[in-house]
């Protein structure tokens, strides 16, 4: 089972794309634990998910977050985030676990 963690400023404007995710991965049958969080919660959490997937919007913390935890970081592709793509941010985090 991946466990993918997404993270923003208060966690609301991810729920969608958690959704979205999650319906991707039924649809191609993986299993998957996704939730968002806001970063202020996100921090004390990293450790626990196989991968933090960042929002457009907090990309600006990703340096700082890379000395914080051992568990991969990326930010999540503008245009994908922006068309609440599930099934490309869903590829790309399990891309990043994948390379682990």
């Given at each position: 089972?991946?466990?993918?963690?997404?993270?923003?400023?208060?966690?609301?404007?991810?729920?969608?794309?958690?959704?979205?995710?999650?319906?991707?991965?039924?649809?191609?049958?993986?299993?998957?634990?996704?939730?968002?969080?806001?970063?202020?919660?996100?921090?004390?959490?990293m450790d626990d998910w196989d991968v933090v997937m960042l929002g457009p919007q907090v990309r600006h913390e990703l340096k700082g977050l890379r000395t914080k935890t051992e568990t991969p970081i990326?930010?999540?592709?503008?245009?994908?985030?922006?068309?609440?793509?599930?099934?490309?941010?869903?590829?790309?985090?399990?891309?990043?676990?994948?390379?682990?």
């Amino acid at each position: 089972m991946y466990k993918i963690l997404l993270v923003c400023n208060a966690g609301m404007s991810t729920s969608m794309l958690v959704q979205r995710m999650e319906k991707a991965a039924t649809e191609k049958g993986i299993e998957a634990e996704i939730i968002a969080l806001p970063i202020t919660d996100a921090l004390s959490k990293m450790d626990d998910w196989d991968v933090v997937m960042l929002g457009p919007q907090v990309r600006h913390e990703l340096k700082g977050l890379r000395t914080k935890t051992e568990t991969p970081i990326e930010v999540i592709e503008m245009r994908d985030y922006g068309m609440m793509n599930g099934e490309k941010v869903l590829e790309a985090a399990i891309k990043v676990i994948d390379a682990k």
